[in-house]
């Protein structure tokens, strides 16, 4: 069955230092999204990605964030310069689309991001 | 008024009994709904979806409906001891992309 990767399933940074965190989404899904979840809370909505430029985005996601589809099959998220508050787990998630409204869901299995 | 509402439990059930988990939203704009499962320290796993009111089941699992009362349950019958884990809810406003998730529910099920 086709599921979204995401590697690293750790990365450790030190604050300031800029982090791309990487997703190979479902092959035929269209529609790409970023969320975080800090430990213990709920998971959070930072970003859609969609025909290759942003469909939505939080509050969360401020300038220090940036998505790029940078080939025919990753999906990336960069911060710039990482904050301690930045350190969560970072899901990918991806869906297909029915007439032109995104479907359900999938979710990767997540990078744990730690800033020292 | 949180979005996405649940009780953070957790909830015990025994092994073969039939677990209630319930969630309430805040927003009538809401279209769609989901239902996820997350074991500790893993990524959330659909579970089920639901879009129109009334019972939606598939296999164990029935969703559940009431937008008028802003309302979504998930029935899993039978329960498992590997059905132990956090069920997060999930909604989706009309002509958004983005999923609100509640703080999810968890459930304990013992042999």
């Known amino acids: ?116 | 008024q949180k979005e996405v509402e649940q009780n953070s439990g957790p909830l015990s059930v025994p092994e073969g009994a039939i677990a209630s988990l319930n969630c309430t939203y805040s927003d009538r704009g809401s279209q769609s709904f989901f239902w996820y499962r997350q074991y500790s320290g893993k990524s959330p796993e659909l579970i089920m979806f639901i879009y129109s009111n009334g019972d939606k089941e598939d296999g164990r699992f029935t969703a559940q409906l009431n937008k008028a009362s802003q309302y979504v349950s998930l029935l899993i019958r039978d329960s498992q001891p590997s059905d132990s884990a956090t069920y997060l809810c999930a909604v989706n406003r009309y002509n958004t992309d983005k999923l609100i998730f509640g703080t999810g529910t968890r459930l304990q099920v013992f042999p």
């Open chain 1, 1 to 116: 069955e086709p599921e979204v990767t995401q590697t690293p399933s750790h990365q450790v940074t030190q604050m300031g230092q800029e982090v791309i965190l990487r997703c190979v989404p479902i092959s035929n899904h269209l529609y790409f999204y970023w969320y975080r979840q800090i430990l213990g809370q709920k998971v959070e909505f930072l970003v859609s990605f969609y025909n290759n430029e942003i469909s939505e985005k939080s509050e969360i996601f401020d300038d220090q964030f940036s998505v790029e589809r940078p080939d025919g099959s990753n999906f990336t998220l960069k911060i710039r310069s990482t904050k301690l508050e930045d350190s969560a787990m970072y899901f990918c998630a991806s869906s297909s689309l029915t007439g032109g409204i995104p479907n359900e869901q999938f979710f990767g299995p997540g990078t744990r991001l730690t800033v020292l």
